[in-house]
């Protein structure tokens, strides 16, 4: 017999992290522990509003599966308990670490995916002033980053990007618009951003009103993340963008991301893996997805004040497994 324990978990952030929809200064996370026979599956999730989600209607998604958890239910069954999304992830990640514990496994030999000694991962800069951005470019520049994502809304976006180019003139950038774009001349946009060595641009229009991409030519590739949420969203989504975004939370656990791995290879997608602010936990979770991605975004514990085990190491623009 199992036995599941759930936590909610307030983390103050080091510093406010700002997108187009608001800025933060503490992350709930929800945390889930799985014991059975002595051995321990752990999990984390984040509620996150912009998917009609709280802390509440978390636990309460949990609460009305832990007896089916405690009775056995397993990762396959667990997709048809709960539907995408943080619930089914904090536990669906909390088993797979169980059954690698239980088989003395890491979860990289749980899933069979070769582990990497470090992965590039983007570090983000928040939504601010041109000057604080620059000013947050410049550090992160000088802490070794290599990726740099850009968070921005419709104000002052070619010249955010001029000036970030700038101050990181060897970086690799991307952007994310959070689905703030919808008003803008998005064709003219992109041509001007072309200049600046663009990596990929992140969900630019809001999702279910972004059958604009599919009328023109991207000069810079064009990621689904808002729009993008379990593998059977990919199919529909190739004639608009050429990436899609890959979290844990958003898809439903590491289950879910793994088939969208396999689903998004058959329709010719390139491949990024995101997070939500959260903890190491959660983070080395989504790794083994990470390892099989072209860019990857899981700058979560760098955000905040206090990390929780076990603790990933972030150096030189590269989180080490």
């Known amino acids: 017999m199992r ?42 999730c984040t509620p996150t509003a912009r998917y009609n989600q709280s802390t509440d209607s978390v636990v309460a998604q949990l609460n009305a599966v832990k007896a089916e958890i405690e009775a056995g239910a397993s990762r396959t069954q667990l997709q048809a308990l709960l539907p995408a999304g943080s619930a089914r992830n904090v536990l669906d990640c909390a088993l797979w670490r169980l059954t690698a514990a239980t088989q003395q496994k890491t979860l990289w030999q749980a899933t069979d995916i070769a582990q990497p000694n470090s992965i590039v991962t983007a570090e983000t800069i928040s939504l601010d002033s041109l000057e604080a951005m620059v000013a947050s470019t410049l550090d992160a520049v000088s802490r070794g980053a290599k990726l740099l994502k850009i968070k921005l809304d419709s104000q ?6 001029a000036a970030i180019r700038k101050a990181a003139p060897d970086n690799k950038l991307i952007i994310d618009a959070n689905e703030a774009w919808g008003k803008c001349d998005l064709p003219a946009i992109i041509e001007q951003l072309n200049q600046y060595d663009i990596a990929m641009l992140e969900q630019p229009l809001p999702a279910g009103k972004d059958q604009r991409l599919s009328e023109f030519k991207h000069v810079i590739p064009i990621c689904a993340d808002e729009s993008c949420h379990v593998a059977t969203d990919i199919a529909a989504l190739k004639q608009r963008y050429e990436f899609i975004n890959i979290k844990l939370d958003k898809c439903g656990g590491l289950t879910e991301a793994l088939d969208m791995v396999k689903v998004a290879k058959q329709h010719d997608m390139r491949l990024m893996v995101g997070c939500m602010l959260g903890s190491s936990l959660a983070m080395s979770a989504a790794l083994p997805i990470a390892a099989q991605c072209e860019l990857v975004d899981v700058d979560g514990p760098i955000w905040l004040a206090v990390d929780s085990t076990p603790y990933l190491t972030y150096q030189q623009g590269d989180v080490w497994t």
């Open 3 to 44: 036995h599941v324990e759930i936590d909610v978990v307030e983390i103050p952030l080091s510093r406010p992290f700002t997108i187009s929809r608001g800025t933060r200064s503490s992350v709930t996370v929800v945390r889930v522990s799985i014991e059975e026979a002595g051995f321990i599956g752990l999990g984390e």
């Open 156 to 161: 002052q976006i070619i010249e955010k990007v």
